[in-house]
């Protein structure tokens, strides 16, 4: 997993706010090697529900080297192309896998059986 980066589906980032150390660490050694750390933003919204409550999650936003990606109309178009490849209905976990792909990155998720649905070539981090 040296060099590569990672994305973070909605999964990985409640284990972040739940305190996981492990999820906490693989992510804190992706940035300090200088790898990309990505999040979309459905996986985002997916688990961002009251700011003022979720510190741990807001300072993860903020580190230096965590890249909240955008979504438009061309990602769209590209996802909507993957969920009809794989007949997987999840926008946020075709948008992750797609990503992932694109970026030759491992994808940090608490259900690999989805992500795999999408795209079984990518490499899963399971938290």
Known sequence: ????????????????????????????AALADGRQVHITP??????????????????LLGLRGIT???????????????IAASGHSDVVDAHVAL???LHGHAVMTSDPDDIRAVDPSLTLIEV
Not at 10 to 15: E, H, N, Q, S, T
Not at 68 to 82: C, F, M, N, S
């Open 1 to 28: 997993m040296t060099g590569c980066g990672l994305s973070l589906d909605a999964g990985a980032l409640i284990a972040v706010e739940r305190g996981s150390r492990r999820v906490r660490a693989m992510i804190d």
């Open 42 to 59: 459905g996986a985002l919204a997916q688990v961002w529900r009251n700011g003022s409550r979720q510190v741990i999650l807001a300072r």
């Open 99 to 101: 990503h992932a792909r």
């Open 68 to 82: 909240l990606l955008p979504l438009g109309p061309d990602t769209a178009k590209l996802v909507g192309e993957v």
